[in-house]
């Protein structure tokens, strides 16, 4: 085991490769808050990547509702039950990784769901917690104590796979141009150790090729400077897609290091896991903070706090979700309009933060 | 009939009765000792009959076998413990029989959590002993692979979705062929550019299995890979909680991937197998150390023959100067007398 540094965990942990970090780090923000669950992008990504035989089962972009739903069932659940206590201190894990927790006999903690727990992926859909007082809010709360929540996953192109990582083979592998995380269709052999180490289960077997798949984050489109289909798709404008670096390294006008190390409103899903996930969430502000904290991690009070109270520039850029394919690296805002930039500084996409309000005049008023 | 009659009439009979065995390929001892004795047969090898009688001409070399516990994934926990091996040979084929108890029969795979059962030889391609777990780098094994899976596709044909969930209801599949539950058989050439495995030229994502023996290289952990050229085959029974595997391939096949063979020539050996139900694949399975395998040899005589029947030669001769010289025979009696007498203090 080397020792690498998990910026997410706050200090160094073990892990069984040494740390390289692509040239470029694949990263996503999902805004909780404005799911709406219409899995219009697990479509997209189905009919895209998994329509034929083997892949009856197999969503590589889900939306699940939490507290109880989950694709396959339980999946975070039954792996933090593994891990064991889970603490931080301020913002420095103290707990085990699943690399940490591991016995000699494997790389990582971890489990092999079985099929039946892969047939029903929008198990519990809608099903809140129960309402237990009487009184669903309270004043002295701004949370509800009945609640449930959308949960969007893709494959969070970790950069410390533990699918990666439990390959005996080494048939995954983290492409370092974008830091996509890939199963080598040509070279698995369907050993499964990476649907059984994968804590957010997101490597998926396929019966009639008997190996595994995974989310391959649409790198065609990538590579061509586009976003990946669900996040293309998105009615809700929820998703926005970038490049991350590291919080040292953050550029405050690169919209990934804006929301995650200037910000702070997107957090990562479950760091304790100790892969450094890639896809950020902004917490939805309507459920109990020590739920939150559970999966996101102890920045889950600023973030709310400061997505609640946005000032113009977090306002411009969260305006910008969801309203271009292309991906765009750097970004601006003005008094009027938030603005995409690509690599070479070419304005990709503009758009309003108040949009205009018009008013018809009234001989054209569409009345019959 | 006096004692000395009885002992020369039993060296006889079973002088006659070696002679008559060995000219019947027949063994009446298995082997005691690692050492895996490919018997020379003349004829045809049972290169897909685990049930052949043949395979009595050869001994059976019972192979402990020890959980890997080398490199993760490790297999923990009671399994497999030893394997009953016998090889035969004819100068141009060598085969493999192999059994061992497993009261589950995995043969499928169409779940994820379903592995299958399996087995496997391998061989060293260099003239040392490579590391027994893979071979290392530079100092390459070649593995034959038989795969429960595999066979079960070959006896009954290509196994999937359809045959874990008959009732499944897919609407379309692009360019597969017939109707609902679509088989991935018979199929039109563009549907397998959507299966990904297959169009990546993955030999476990090909439904068309010629073999359920994989021909396989490795040198160190992770590194097994597919032949080019795959020059095994073999089949396996399973039948009252005991898999029989034939697992046979030509002596010599002009691969330098593969092991050669030749009469007459000794080759480490080892063997690995899973148990499915244990959910056993990979690296966690049960394996043995190298073996010796000795090649038997039907164009030459071996020293130890030839020493042999110089020994019954030498024998025989006694025999009979007992049988027909009473003079001889009473110098003998007598000295066995005295020396019984020198030998008991009581007399």
Redesign the interface.
Same mark, same amino acid.
């Given at each position: 085991m080397a020792k690498v540094r998990n910026w997410q965990l706050g200090r160094d942990m073990d892990f069984p490769y040494t740390a390289v970090r692509p040239q470029k780090q694949f990263a996503a923000v999902f805004n909780i808050n404005r799911c709406i669950a219409c899995q219009t992008c697990t479509m997209a990504c189905k009919s895209t990547w998994t329509?034929?035989?083997?892949q009856?089962a197999m969503w590589w972009n889900n939306v699940e509702t939490k507290p109880y739903g989950g694709y396959p069932q339980s999946w975070d659940a039954k792996t933090l039950e593994k891990l064991g206590p889970q603490t931080w201190q301020s913002s420095i894990y103290t707990g085990k990784t699943i690399f940490e927790a591991a016995s000699?006999?494997?790389?990582a903690v971890g489990y092999?769901?079985?099929?039946k727990e892969?047939r029903a992926p929008n198990i519990n859909e809608d099903t809140s917690t129960t309402w237990t007082q009487g009184v669903e809010l309270t004043m002295a709360q701004p949370w509800h104590r009945t609640f449930f929540f959308y949960l969007q996953r893709i494959c969070n192109h970790c950069t410390y796979p533990a699918c990666l990582a439990? /390959?005996? #083979?080494?048939a995954i592998y983290k492409r370092p141009e974008d830091g996509i995380v890939l199963i080598?269709?040509?070279? /698995? #052999?369907?050993? *499964?150790?990476c649907?059984e180490n994968c804590p957010y289960k997101k490597p998926?077997?396929?019966?009639?090729? *008997?190996?595994s798949?995974k989310c391959i984050a649409c790198y065609p489109r990538i590579e061509e400077g586009y976003v990946t289909r669900c996040i293309a798709a998105c009615v809700g404008k929820i998703r926005l897609q970038g490049w991350i670096k590291l919080p040292e390294e953050a550029v405050p006008d690169s919209p990934m290091d804006y929301l995650v190390h200037i910000a702070k409103i997107a957090l990562p899903l479950y760091p304790q896991f100790g892969t450094e996930p890639n896809v950020y969430y902004i917490p939805p502000r309507w459920v109990p903070r020590g739920h939150l904290a559970q999966m996101f991690g102890p920045g889950v009070e600023q973030a709310i706090s400061k997505y609640t109270n946005p000032d113009q520039e977090l306002l411009g850029l969260l305006q910008l979700f969801g309203t271009t394919q292309r991906i765009f690296s750097k970004f601006k805002v003005t008094s009027t309009d938030a603005i995409g930039y690509d690599d070479s500084g070419h304005e990709i996409v503009r758009v309003p933060i108040d949009e205009q309000v018009i008013i018809r005049d009234p001989a054209y008023l569409n009345i019959t | 009939m006096n004692f000395q009659r009885a002992l020369t009439y039993g060296i006889v009979i079973l002088l006659a009765l070696s002679v008559l065995a060995t000219g019947q390929n027949l063994s009446f001892v298995a082997s005691a000792e690692a050492i895996l004795q490919s018997k020379s047969i003349a004829g045809t090898v049972p290169l897909t009959d685990p049930s052949s009688q043949t395979w009595n001409l050869a001994p059976v070399v019972q192979v402990p076998l020890n959980p890997q516990?080398t490199?993760?994934?490790?297999l923990?926990g009671p399994s497999i413990r030893s394997l009953g091996v016998r090889s035969v040979n004819n100068g141009t084929w060598i085969a493999f029989l192999v059994e061992w108890s497993d009261p589950t029969r995995n043969v499928t795979?169409?779940?994820?959590?379903n592995f299958r059962d399996a087995v496997a030889i391998q061989f060293p391609l260099v003239a040392q002993q490579p590391f027994v777990c893979m071979g290392q780098l530079g100092n390459t094994v070649n593995v034959l692979h038989w795969k429960a899976?595999w066979q079960e596709d070959i006896d009954t044909f290509y196994h999937?979705?359809k045959d874990?969930y008959p009732n =499944?209801q897919?609407d379309y599949?692009?360019f597969?062929a017939g109707k609902p539950p679509?088989s =991935?058989l018979p199929v039109a050439n563009m549907?397998r550019e959507?299966?990904?495995?297959?169009?990546?030229?993955?030999p476990?994502?090909n439904p068309f299995k010629l073999t359920p023996v994989e021909d396989l290289v490795a040198g160190g952990?992770?590194t097994?890979t597919t032949e080019d050229h795959q020059d095994a085959i073999g089949r396996g029974v399973w039948q009252n909680g005991v898999w029989k595997v034939v697992i046979a391939r030509p002596f010599a096949t002009g691969d330098s991937d593969d092991a050669q063979f030749a009469q007459g020539i000794t080759k480490p050996v080892a063997f690995a197998v899973w148990d499915g139900g244990n959910?056993e694949?990979?690296?966690t399975k049960s394996v043995s150390s190298w073996l010796t395998m000795s090649v038997e040899s039907t164009t030459q005589t071996p020293l130890w023959a030839l020493v042999a029947l110089a020994v019954m030669g030498a024998v025989t001769a006694m025999s009979v100067l007992l049988l027909y010289k009473p003079s001889l025979r009473t110098k003998l009696r007598e000295k066995i007398r005295l020396g019984g007498a020198k030998n008991n203090p009581t007399k």
């Open positions: 329509f034929n035989k083997g009856e000699i006999d494997e790389v092999l769901p079985e099929d892969w439990s /390959c005996p #083979r080494k080598d269709q040509s070279s /698995c #052999r369907g050993y *499964r150790k649907v998926m077997y396929n019966p009639a090729t *008997r190996i798949e | 516990v490199t993760p994934p490790m923990t795979t169409f779940k994820v959590e899976d999937d979705v874990a =499944l897919v599949y692009p597969a679509y =991935l549907s959507f299966v990904a495995g297959w169009a990546a030229g993955n476990l994502s952990f992770g097994l959910r694949r990979d690296g």
